[in-house]
């Protein structure tokens, strides 16, 4: 395995200046005794050639230092050695939660998006996606060839209910989802303003699965929440087939991906890219499957357990709802490099699904009437005894602080930019949390505008956040790293760009780490207690993430000294090495 540079981040908790300045005495970089509280130190391996340095002193103090790799490539993983005897006590910060257990309780059972089989699959369509469909021909975009020749005619006909539809479905158990698909026929079952909802015939008839006044829901909030959010957030869905409208088709070929009685969650649904291209053509730039139509495919209704598994049209309504505004980012952002000449290629996996699982929550925003910035706190979005309130904090908000609690839990083993975001459930976390914290830091306030940007390309991954964000990846990373410590945790003389601006993470994260990862509800960050001596404590970090340590130091201690080395006993040397260093006491 070839090894890259760590970053480590050094977060301290220590004590105010004696003026009451804030500002610390000045020595040598290594030395972090001089650190004020609240104060953040960004410190290089040539900073410290001889480990961090805190002398004796009358005051306790208490650092955490967190060891990161900003290496931009993606999944380089650095390997290190801390030299420096563990303390006592556990591995994690302890930082108790009021007890929400019974709510999360319910909302663990309703999840599906936190789930490794809907991961696995939209790993499958979205590795598809970029090794067999191009965004360019010989002769130009082919976006922009396919759009040329749709405005040429004229808007189609939208269907009214009881029409039926002729529709291709990709065959989700395939290597090939362009050259293998079913045809089949849908019933339209309602027609909104921006959406026509289509139930597969093989299915049985749209009221038997759903009652009408469900399926008019499912419209209706499409419309009125899903619709408005996501093109607010990300742009407006391109409009192939002329009908201004997004295709919602409930068939049971998305019910098959599911085996029978099996664990790991169920697929809720999908979007598939070659749905905007035309049916023949160059390899590449055609695919035999398309509908030529923005159209996702989802779970049906199965009363009877026809595919496998009982699916009631209740489960289904719920289950899918923050299925929908997750794909019709997928939708969007693909669309906006198909018909831009100067997209070159798909998004990067990372940050379209960083922006997919931010589209999940602003629908919850915008469902329970919270702002873009509002700071939200359990009890804000899981009320006692509110259940419409806890069916949306189910189906927009739980999954993602579900995920996180598991990037949470080993950081060490995962990361925020990593080629496994849509399959490792702990990356998926990661990928959405760095996502929301430039959202909150580097938005200058709207928040809407900046994804518009990430979701606009034409460039992708890094360089499209960095740009858009203004900032480099190693500030990004710095601050995101701290923050996932420190947020709300009331320490002095913080900065606020490490913090969260949208949610309370001290609040939020023990009940949901209580109910996923049955910790007892504590803060689920790791965090490894160190002292100063001579254990070794090898471990790793990936690009994109970082490792945890605590330095507690009683008042009158003797001197302490932690060296960050490379396997081999030397200097860390390897791409894109710092050292953040937060003081908390």
């Given amino acids: 395995m070839?090894?890259?540079?760590?970053?480590?981040?050094?977060?301290?908790?220590?004590?105010?200046?004696?003026?009451?300045?804030?500002?610390?005495?000045?020595?040598?970089?290594?030395?972090?005794?001089?650190?004020?509280?609240?104060?953040?130190r960004v410190l290089n391996p040539a900073d410290i050639p001889n480990g961090i340095d805190l002398p004796s002193g009358s005051s306790a103090r208490d650092y955490v230092v967190i060891v990161g790799n900003t290496n931009q490539t993606i999944d380089a993983v650095a390997n290190f050695v801390v030299k420096a005897d563990r303390s006592p006590g556990g591995s994690s910060d302890l930082s108790a939660s009021a007890d929400l257990s019974s709510g999360l309780n319910r909302a663990s059972q309703t999840i599906n998006a936190a789930t490794p089989r809907q991961q696995a699959f939209e790993t499958r369509v979205r590795a598809f996606e970029r090794q067999n469909l191009s965004l360019r021909s010989k002769s130009g975009t082919v976006g922009a060839m396919r759009f040329s020749?749709?405005?040429?005619?004229?808007?189609?006909?939208?269907?009214?209910?009881?029409?039926?539809?002729?529709?291709?479905?990709?065959?989700?158990?395939?290597?090939?989802?362009?050259a293998n698909y079913f045809q089949t026929q849908a019933v339209v079952a309602s027609v909104s303003r921006r959406a026509i909802l289509a139930v597969d015939t093989l299915d049985g008839p749209p009221t038997l699965l759903f009652p009408q006044t469900v399926l008019d829901s499912i419209t209706r909030e499409f419309d009125n929440n899903t619709f408005?959010?996501?093109?607010?957030?990300?742009?407006?869905?391109?409009?192939?087939?002329?009908?201004?409208?997004?295709i919602l088709l409930f068939t049971g070929e998305v019910n098959k991906l599911t085996p029978p009685s099996s664990t790991g969650g169920f697929v809720?649904?999908?979007?598939?890219?070659?749905?905007?291209?035309?049916?023949?053509?160059?390899?590449g730039q055609s695919c035999a499957e398309s509908n030529n139509a923005e159209i996702m495919y989802l779970l049906s209704p199965d009363p009877t357990g026809k595919y496998g598994n009982v699916r009631s049209a209740s489960s289904v309504r719920q289950g899918t709802r923050g299925t929908i505004p997750h794909e019709l980012e997928h939708m969007?952002?693909?669309?906006?490099?198909?018909?831009?000449?100067?997209?070159?290629?798909?998004?990067?996996?990372?940050?379209d699904e960083s922006l997919a699982h931010i589209a999940e929550e602003a629908v919850g925003?915008?469902?329970?009437?919270?702002?873009?910035?509002?700071?939200?706190?359990?009890?804000?979005?899981?009320?006692?005894?509110?259940?419409?309130?806890?069916?949306?904090?189910?189906?927009?908000?739980?999954?993602?602080?579900?995920?996180?609690?598991?990037?949470?839990?080993?950081?060490?083993?995962?990361?925020?930019?990593s080629s496994n975001s849509d399959a490792n459930l702990s990356s998926s976390g990661a990928d959405w949390a760095i996502g929301r914290y430039a959202a909150d830091n580097y938005s200058n306030g709207d928040v809407r505008a900046f994804t518009?940007?990430?979701?606009?390309?034409?460039?992708?991954?890094?360089?499209?956040?960095?740009?858009?964000?203004?900032?480099?990846?190693?500030?990004?990373?710095?601050?995101?790293?701290?923050?996932?410590?420190?947020?709300?945790?009331g320490i002095p003389g913080l900065d606020a760009k490490y913090q969260y601006r949208s949610y309370n993470f001290r609040n939020i994260m023990p009940p949901v780490?209580?109910?996923?990862?049955?910790?007892?509800?504590?803060?689920?960050?790791?965090?490894?207690?160190?002292?100063?001596?001579?254990?070794?404590?090898?471990?790793?970090?990936?690009?994109?993430?970082?490792?945890?340590?605590?330095?507690?130091?009683?008042?009158?201690?003797?001197?302490?000294?932690?060296?960050?080395?490379?396997?081999?006993?030397?200097?860390?040397?390897?791409?894109?090495?710092?050292?953040?260093v937060l003081r908390v006491q």
């Fill in 2 to 40: 070839k090894r890259f540079a760590p970053v480590i981040l050094l977060v301290a908790v220590a004590c105010n200046s004696s003026d009451g300045t804030g500002i610390s005495p000045k020595g040598p970089p290594s030395d972090i005794s001089t650190m004020n509280v609240g104060e953040v």
């Fill in 149 to 178: 020749l749709s405005r040429s005619v004229q808007t189609a006909t939208v269907p009214a209910v009881g029409d039926v539809l002729n529709l291709d479905v990709p065959d989700g158990s395939s290597n090939d989802l362009c």
């Fill in 228 to 246: 408005v959010t996501d093109s607010s957030y990300f742009g407006n869905p391109t409009d192939v087939d002329g009908n201004g409208r997004v």
């Fill in 268 to 283: 809720g649904g999908f979007f598939f890219a070659g749905d905007y291209y035309p049916k023949t053509g160059p390899s």
């Fill in 332 to 351: 969007i952002n693909a669309g906006n490099r198909f018909s831009n000449p100067a997209a070159t290629a798909f998004e990067d996996n990372w940050l």
């Fill in 365 to 417: 925003r915008v469902s329970r009437g919270f702002t873009d910035l509002q700071t939200l706190t359990m009890q804000d979005m899981l009320p006692a005894g509110n259940q419409a309130a806890a069916d949306d904090f189910d189906a927009f908000f739980f999954e993602n602080f579900a995920r996180l609690s598991y990037w949470m839990a080993r950081p060490d083993t995962s990361s925020g930019i």
């Fill in 452 to 489: 518009r940007k990430l979701a606009a390309g034409p460039d992708n991954g890094i360089k499209n956040f960095t740009t858009v964000a203004g900032a480099s990846l190693d500030t990004l990373m710095a601050g995101w790293l701290v923050s996932m410590y420190a947020d709300h945790f």
């Fill in 513 to 580: 780490a209580g109910s996923v990862l049955s910790n007892g509800g504590v803060y689920p960050l790791d965090v490894t207690p160190v002292g100063s001596g001579s254990d070794n404590i090898s471990t790793e970090v990936k690009s994109g993430s970082g490792d945890y340590f605590r330095l507690t130091v009683p008042a009158n201690a003797g001197p302490k000294n932690v060296k960050i080395l490379d396997p081999n006993g030397a200097d860390v040397t390897y791409a894109g090495a710092h050292i953040y």
